[in-house]
């Protein structure tokens, strides 16, 4: 037997109320090992109060090639933005 | 063509220039990918080779205290090889690529590894000296361009500080002992000092990677530059140890605002590199011992992953 054990993204919930955020990856033969060994990379400093993983191939991405088109329509609406809006002065709670 | 690959990398340099991190799916020069390949492996395997030294210790560390905080040391220091192997990977290079580049003695790791570890007070120097060269190196790296090694490197530094901490306490508890316990602080200072200033790598003059490196600002600062801030860091910690640094050119340089410090003994360091050191037989001997004799372990862990997924197939069925 000689196969490489596939990758999986790792990723930790800091404290309840909070997300959980990608902190890196690992190999890992099965769901339940990747588990453990994220729990023994990820959390040995109390870093962690849950464990997502999830097969690398899982995994679809955008094309940073088409960061242009994907991207850029947000760049010219700035009326989207509390900001675009000219109040007088004196409103407040707004 | 010629025009289109040249366009390329121009917009690559500007992003850089700009101050913009690259990400593993981004365009990049061929010799960027390479280069990273290398850096960021032969920093893995440091870490992974660096637990030898200090492993030879755990179960000789004099307390339990001084022994829990050993075994966590290389605990991180495994972790580290981890997340480092994974920044590397981001590049196209499979984790058992890397692996057999180590151990059939292709990839170089720091020399530091390769110097011996023949007292307790070794464990005290190379966290004090040896953590704190890598210390310096790895915190102008948080800044490197390339986006996985510099998370990985942030990450390292958070871990790191303890490591260094825990070395000078050792030296500090030897310097407070006895005379005998003293002159063993003094004799691990004297052995690792030099070793440690070669960690920075050859001279700036002697290092004809520098200039394109910082230019993609893989590096910030030159191997001198770095080494320099070792010394100036590290002569008040021996001062307070009330040990004394092996160099009679050592001297505060006040114009320079700077020490001065002697040269280094750049044959040895280029012999340790070409694999004449006194210990680069047997750490690579260890390397593929422990490789060879975790086999039956990954084997057993792939066969009930195996079998787990058989029965949940199953069940689903």
Known sequence: ?94 | MENKTLSLEEQFQNRIDSGENIEAKDWMPEKYRKTHIRQISQHAHSEVVGMLPEGNWISRAPSLRRKVALLAKVQDEAGHGLYLYSAAETLGISREELNEQLNSGRAKYSSIFNYPTISWADMGAVGWLVDGAAIINQVMLTKTSYGPYARAMVRICKEESFHQRQGYEIMLSLCNGTEAQKAMAQDALNRWWWPSMMMFGPRDEDSPNTEQSMKWKIKKKTNDELRQQFVDQTVPQAEILGLTIPDKDLKWNEERGHYDFGTIDWDEFWDVVKGNGLMNEKRLKDRNEAWDEGKWVRDAASAYADKQAEKRAKKTA
């Not at chain 1, 997300?19 to 090992?33: I, K, N, P, T, V």
């Not at chain 1, 994907?70 to 709670?93: G, N, Q, S, W």
């Open chain 1, 1 to 94: 037997m000689n196969k490489e054990w596939p990758i999986w993204e790792i990723f930790i919930r800091s404290k309840n109320g909070l997300e959980h955020r990608h902190c890196g990856s690992l190999h890992a033969a099965d769901e339940d090992m990747a588990i453990q060994n994220a729990r023994d990379v990820y959390t040995r400093r109390q870093e962690g109060v849950s464990i997502w993983v999830v097969e690398s191939k899982h995994i679809t991405a955008s094309n940073p090639e088409k960061n242009g088109e994907m991207f850029e329509p947000a760049a010219d609406k700035v009326y989207r933005h509390p900001t675009f809006y000219e109040l007088p002065d004196e409103i407040k709670h707004m």
